[in-house]
């Protein structure tokens, strides 16, 4: 396994015959994804909270009595359709880099409804660096040529 593709004419770095920043948006998709799943299915489980330690009093300024709606939410959007997406990606999908930045897009929606709210959860800084990546190597032309060719 060589970092550098001999062939690679444009000398950009590649792992296993695609572009290092595909990669790194199949892994950023991968742990939002794992995150999400787990996640959900906590606030599925115990719509309490009381599984990832959250209270219910922070829904005070929601429509929501309790996590059930936003589990859902998180296990659909960020967990399964971003499983999906990722695939996506690594299998060169024309719509995958779009749907990735969508994911992206999500993400931050779901970031600033998350602060309007007053949701203040370490977890927050990690998904704005997730939304800034996605939205960024999603825009990369090697990644939006099918993740095979070459960086401009």
């Known amino acids: 396994m060589r970092l550098r593709d001999a062939d690679a004419a444009d000398g950009r770095f590649r792992f296993r015959g695609r572009p290092l920043v595909s990669w790194l948006l199949i892994a950023a998709l991968v742990q939002l994804s794992v995150r999400a799943l787990v996640g ?3 606030l599925i489980a115990a719509p309490s909270g009381r599984i ?3 209270s219910t009093d922070a829904l005070a300024r929601t429509p929501f009595d309790d996590y059930l709606v ?3 939410v998180l296990f659909v959007v960020f967990g399964l359709v ?3 997406v990722c695939y996506g990606v690594y299998a060169g999908r024309k719509g995958a880099p779009a749907a990735a930045a969508a994911v992206g897009l999500a993400l931050l929606g779901w970031l600033a409804v998350e602060a ?3 949701f203040d959860r370490p977890t927050i800084w990690l998904n704005l660096a997730t939304a800034v ?3 960024a ?6 990644v939006r040529d099918g993740g095979r060719g ?3």
Do not use: F, Y
Request: charged content about 5%.
């Open 52 to 54: 990832v330690g959250l």
């Open 40 to 42: 959900g299915a906590a």
């Open 150 to 152: 070459a960086d401009a």
């Open 137 to 142: 190597l999603a825009s990369r032309p090697c």
């Open 82 to 84: 971003s499983a999906a």
């Open 116 to 118: 309007l709210a007053g």
């Open 133 to 135: 990546a996605a939205l």
């Open 70 to 72: 936003p589990g859902v």
